[in-house]
T-cell receptor, first 113, second 113 residues
Framework: GAGVSQSPSNKVTEKGKDVELRCDPISGHTALYWYRQSLGQGLEFLIYFQGNSAPDKSGLPSDRFSAERTGGSVSTLTIQRTQQEDSAVYLC???????????FGPGTRLTVT | SQKIEQNSEALNIQEGKTATLTCNYTNYSPAYLQWYRQDPGRGPVFLLLIRENEKEKRKERLKVTFDTTLKQSLFHITASQPADSATYLCALDWSGSARQLTFGSGTQLTVLP
C-alpha cells in the first residue's frame, strides 16, 4: 500500500505567520511521530501519538507548537507565530507496533523568512 | 542526560571494502537500537534493529553489533557499493516503549568507485 505522505513538501512563510503541516500515516498504523531535522543535524523528537492514548508532547520546543491526530489517522502539526529558528525539515513517521521500525514520510521543508 | 555520538567525520571508503560506522551512547543501555539510512531530501529508511540481549544481527551485506559494556553499536556494510553512499543514523529507545526514539546526528558515508 501507500507509504507515509506529507504535505506540503515545501513551505515558505513570513516570520510571525502560522503554518499547518499535514501527515497521512500508513493505514492501520496506530503510532505516529513528528520529528524536526535541522540542516546537518539528527532528528529531534517532537510528539508521539499512540492509539487513543494521550499524546507524548514532551519534545515540543515551545507552546507555539501543537499537534493533533483526528480519528486515529491524519495528523496536523501547527506552528503559530513562526520564527526563523523554526526553519527545518519536519518529518512524520508511523509504525504498526511499539519498538517496530518507523516508516517515514518525505518531510516538509519549512523556511521562515 | 542521555547522549548519542556517531562518527563525527564523513567516511569515505573504496568500493568493495567494508564500511564500519560507530554509534556510542552514554549512561544506561537502551532496550534496543535501530539503524536507518537517509538519502538527501528523503526521510530515513529502517535497516536493522538489535535488542540489548543480542550481540549481533545480520541482513544481507549489513551487520550490526551491540556491546552494552562498551556502550557502543557498530554498523558494517561489507562489499560496499557506490549505491550505499548515504547518511546512516542510529536511533536508541531508552524507554523500551517506543515513545521516544532518540536519533544520532548521522554519519555520511561515501563509497568511491
Amino acid at each position: 500500500g501507500a507509504g507515509v505522505s506529507q504535505s506540503p513538501s515545501n513551505k515558505v512563510t513570513e516570520k510571525g505567520k502560522d503554518v499547518e503541516l499535514r501527515c497521512d500515516p500508513i493505514s492501520g498504523h496506530t503510532a505516529l511521530y513528528w520529528y524536526r531535522q535541522s540542516l546537518g543535524q539528527g532528528l529531534e523528537f517532537l510528539i508521539y501519538f499512540q492509539g487513543n492514548s494521550a499524546p507524548d508532547k514532551s519534545g515540543l520546543p515551545s507552546d507555539r507548537f501543537s499537534a493533533e491526530r483526528t480519528g486515529g489517522s491524519v495528523s496536523t502539526l501547527t506552528i503559530q507565530r513562526t520564527q526563523q529558528e523554526d526553519s527545518a525539515v519536519y518529518l512524520c513517521a508511523s509504525t504498526q507496533k511499539p519498538e517496530g521500525e518507523q516508516y517515514f514520510g518525505p518531510g516538509t521543508r519549512l523556511t521562515v523568512t | 542526560s542521555q547522549k548519542i555520538e556517531q562518527n563525527s567525520e564523513a567516511l569515505n571508503i573504496q568500493e568493495g571494502k567494508t564500511a564500519t560506522l560507530t554509534c556510542n551512547y552514554t549512561n544506561y543501555s537502551p532496550a534496543y537500537l535501530q539503524w536507518y539510512r537517509q538519502d538527501p531530501g528523503r526521510g530515513p529508511v529502517f535497516l536493522l534493529l538489535i535488542r540489548e540481549n543480542e550481540k549481533e544481527k545480520r541482513k544481507e551485506r549489513l551487520k550490526v553489533t551491540f556491546d552494552t559494556t562498551l556502550k557502543q553499536s557498530l554498523f558494517h556494510i561489507t562489499a560496499s557499493q557506490p549505491a550505499d553512499s548515504a547518511t546512516y543514523l542510529c536511533a536508541l529507545d531508552w524507554s523500551g516503549s517506543a515513545r521516544q526514539l532518540t536519533f544520532g546526528s548521522g554519519t555520511q558515508l561515501t563509497v568511491l568507485p
